[in-house]
């Protein structure tokens, strides 16, 4: 009698794992909705960023000029255009992903905004500064953000200035400015849906270099 127990609580063991692996299966093929060559779902909140090489098709410029001098860099003039992508060198977004995003392809046209204007602009990184150690809970902070700050005009160039803790003095980037025909290449990044920025970028040929 007691090996016949034995053997029914043998058996009774062995079902109750065969049940708890068949609860857990539904949950591994769910898995396999997910795109398998390690490119992100398109419905994921991640949001598209794309290196790439493209000519400027059109331009708008911004024409907010009494904001020179007196209005914080992230009201700055802004320009907005059309460029057209001549080489898609890499993106976080992989090939399937890129497929979802209207225009983004050799040869694709897209609207976008240039973050810091289609005119010659100086990228400014400048060291952050210390934060002092909390003493008094009352004691105002007067640090005013760099992007705040009334964004200066230097010699013809719009400054944008942004503090960084991976620099420690101040370190300018030229941008030379973009026109209709001007090839270039820059990282856009989508912003929301239907929104499309150009931040820094390097000039690789312009019209009158032809």
């Not at 810091?116 to 100086?122: D, K």
């Amino acid at each position: 009698m007691i090996v016949v127990g034995v053997v029914i609580a043998v058996i009774a063991i062995l079902a109750i794992v065969l049940m708890k692996n068949q609860d857990v299966s539904p949950t591994q093929d769910q898995g396999q909705d997910q795109p398998q060559d390690g490119s992100p779902d398109p419905s994921m909140a991640e949001l598209p960023s794309v290196d790439l090489e493209a000519t400027v098709v059109s331009l708008n410029t911004d024409e907010n000029v009494e904001c020179e001098g007196v209005c914080p860099a992230y009201e700055y003039p802004k320009d907005t255009g059309v460029v057209r992508i001549d080489k898609i060198i890499s993106t976080n977004y992989g090939d399937t992903g890129l497929e979802s995003l209207e225009g983004i392809k050799e040869g694709g046209e897209i609207a976008v905004q240039f973050q810091y204007s289609a005119r010659p602009a100086i990228f400014r990184l400048i060291p952050a500064p210390e934060q002092p150690a909390p003493t008094d809970p009352e004691t105002p902070v007067s640090h005013v953000p760099s992007s705040a700050r009334p964004a200066p005009v230097e010699d013809g160039y719009f400054v944008y200035a942004h503090e960084s803790g991976i620099v420690e003095e101040e370190t300018d980037t030229i941008l030379p400015g973009l026109e209709v025909g001007s090839k270039f290449r820059a990282t856009i990044n989508y912003i929301s849906s239907n929104m499309i920025v150009v931040s820094r970028y390097e000039v690789m040929d312009s019209p009158e270099a032809v």
